[in-house]
């Protein structure tokens, strides 16, 4: 049948529904173009914030009402269970997280309804990709254990599993062959990689610096990412392996959540401000340009002004490269949805609107200091916002573009290597010239 996927939330559901894909392609369905030119929807659904799971909800309901077999996936499916089916009683199936490689049989079997919520298990088609593109995820560590106040995500995705070394430097040398040149490695909190269960055959060295290590060794790799990271993984062979492995990439996403040391034990994020900034103090020694870039919680419950300007005055002191801010929102079943929310609406949005200020004139002097000297791109296509221009990021993840060759003979493919001075910065953008 002819298929589309729809994805809403992180980047654990890109991956996931990359999976589907390749599954669907392998059961011998066919990918659409479009939805409308599709028989089968299926929405990869979030629920880490209510207006997440609302979302994918109401584009699931247009999917059912346009006269598509529709089905859900992911982490509001899982949250919802048997009441999914309340809010879209025509919805053909429904599948958790960690199910989604029963998706091809339900489909091809096609008797409907299903609710698959699954076991706490390593999806069957964790490995599959498909087979175009330059850059790709790999799921290295599955759920959470962290159980962080305010987070769905630990009930939803299940608890931590690190997948097995080897399999992993299996399935990124398999993609290398086939071209890929950038790897992001997956993970709620990666740097728990190997903790909670072992991922090498022996106990030999921290497990995560260790596996940036082995992919390093990868031909045809250019480029290792990896997120969502702790302060309490910032080790001294962490750095030692930025130091040491050129295809690691210097940017770390570190979610600081709030600079309140109150806050930040009231949502158990096992770190204190100092802490943090001992972290990003650590990456930045080891090079001034390390780009790090976080995300943030307004409103939490109990939020004072106090905590708030906590917030501010952290985020200028680790002068974050960029930032993700989200205003709070209760998630049933977590510990925080007990206190009540009690900043105000307009008052998250007013806190949204100050970080996001300060953050887009911390954004322009952090890049001022990039003009001039030559960044290393990886090209990847026309820019979204001109369309004379060329497009592609630093090993900061920043995003670098640059004038069209008036020769398109010389065009750079997708991936290929381009090294860039910079001329102009702006908050969020960096404009080059090839040298
Ligand atoms: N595992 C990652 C975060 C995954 S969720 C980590 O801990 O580093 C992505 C982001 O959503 C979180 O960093 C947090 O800022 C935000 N978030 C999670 N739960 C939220 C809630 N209930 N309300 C608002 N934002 C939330
Ligand atoms: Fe949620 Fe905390 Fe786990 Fe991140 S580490 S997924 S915020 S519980």
């Not at 608890?159 to 790897?183: D, I, N, Q």
């Not at 409103?299 to 004072?304: L, M, S, V």
């Not at 007990?338 to 307009?346: F, I, M, W, Y």
Request: proline letters at 5%; hydrophobic letters at 35%; aromatic letters at 6%.
């Amino acid at each position: 049948m002819k298929f589309y996927i729809h994805t809403y939330g992180c980047q654990m559901n890109v991956r996931d529904s990359e999976a589907v894909e390749s599954l669907m392609i392998a059961a011998g369905h066919e990918k659409a173009a479009s939805e409308d030119d599709a028989e089968v929807v299926i929405i990869n659904s979030c629920t880490v914030r209510q207006k997440a799971e609302e979302k994918a909800v109401g584009k699931s309901g247009n999917m059912i009402a346009a006269g598509k077999i529709t089905g859900m996936m992911g982490c509001a499916v899982k949250r919802m269970g048997e009441d999914i089916f309340k809010r879209l009683p025509k919805l053909h199936f429904a599948v958790g997280p960690r199910a989604f490689g029963l998706i091809p049989r339900i489909v091809s079997e096609g008797r409907y309804p299903v609710l698959e919520l699954g076991e706490d298990v390593v999806p069957v088609g964790m490995d599959a990709h498909v087979d175009t593109g330059w850059q790709s995820f790999v799921t290295v560590l599955l759920g959470c254990d962290n159980r962080c106040s305010y987070c769905i995500v630990p009930d939803v995705r299940g608890h931590e599993y690190s997948r097995p070394a080897k399999e992993v430097v299996a399935e990124v040398a398999a993609l290398a062959k086939r071209g890929v040149k950038e790897v992001c490695l997956l993970g709620q909190s990666v740097l728990r990689y190997g903790i909670r269960n072992t991922a090498w055959d022996d106990d030999e060295g921290e497990a995560f610096p260790r596996l940036l290590r082995a992919l390093n060794e990868i031909d045809g790799l250019e480029r290792i990412r990896f997120t969502s990271a702790h302060p309490k993984g910032c080790t001294d062979e962490l750095i030692r392996v930025y130091r040491e492995c050129p295809k690691v990439c210097r940017h770390l996403h570190l979610p600081v959540q709030s600079g309140s040391d109150r806050v930040l034990a009231e949502m158990g994020r096992r770190y204190t401000r100092a802490e943090y900034l001992a972290a990003v103090a650590k990456l930045r020694e080891f090079d001034p340009e390390f780009a790090v870039t976080t995300d943030v919680i307004v409103g939490y419950p109990g939020e004072t002004a106090e905590d708030f300007e906590a917030t501010r005055s952290l985020m200028e002191e680790a002068g974050f490269d960029n930032a993700f801010v989200f205003k709070y929102s209760p998630r049933p079943g977590t510990r925080s949805a007990a206190l009540e929310d009690d900043v105000p609406k307009e008052e998250k949005e007013r806190r949204d609107q100050v970080l996001l200020a300060d953050q887009e004139l911390r954004g322009q002097k952090r890049n001022d200091r990039l003009v001039g000297t030559v960044r290393e791109v990886l090209f990847e296509g026309p820019s979204k916002r001109k369309a004379d221009r060329f497009s592609g990021r630093d090993g900061g993840n920043r995003i670098v573009v640059w004038d069209k060759p008036a020769d398109c003979s010389v065009s750079p493919a997708p991936g290929d290597k381009v090294r860039l001075e910079i001329l102009e910065a702006h908050p969020q953008i960096l404009i080059g010239r090839p040298v």
